[in-house]
């Protein structure tokens, strides 16, 4: 499975992005999918998932202000960010989990990556 991430950009303080993440392969609808983000001097951290279901789960710090959904015919999960802060600058990174019953926030139980796309949120 290949992931590819995009939807990056500079966005003012306040606004908003869609980030997407393109899947090959004909099992996508039965992996969970997941959102981590990485800051400039920080460690890769959970930011949403969506399992096979629909099932999805939120870190803290985006409840509220992000959304995860996904197309199964499009191959395609979407992250739409709202009301976007400073703090929410980095590169964000899809991936791919197998088992897609439940959703994760652990990173190893991903089983592949995209390649990152760089959202920087002005103030």
């Known amino acids: 499975v290949q992931l590819q991430a995009s939807g990056g950009g500079l966005v003012q303080a306040g606004g908003s992005l869609r980030l997407s993440c393109a899947a090959s392969g004909r099992t996508f609808s039965t992996y969970a999918m997941g959102w981590f983000r990485q800051a400039p001097g920080k460690e890769r951290e959970f930011v949403a998932a969506i399992d096979m279901r629909g099932n999805t789960y939120y870190a803290d710090s985006v409840k509220g202000r992000f959304t995860i959904s996904r197309d199964n015919a499009k191959n395609t999960v979407y992250l739409q960010m709202n009301s976007l802060k400073p703090e929410d600058t980095a590169v964000y990174y899809c991936?791919?989990?197998?088992?897609?019953?439940?959703?994760?926030?652990?990173?190893?139980?991903?089983?592949?990556w995209g390649q990152g796309t760089l959202v920087t949120v002005s103030s």
């Open positions: 991936a791919a989990e197998r088992l897609g019953v439940g959703v994760s926030r652990t990173q190893g139980e991903y089983d592949y």
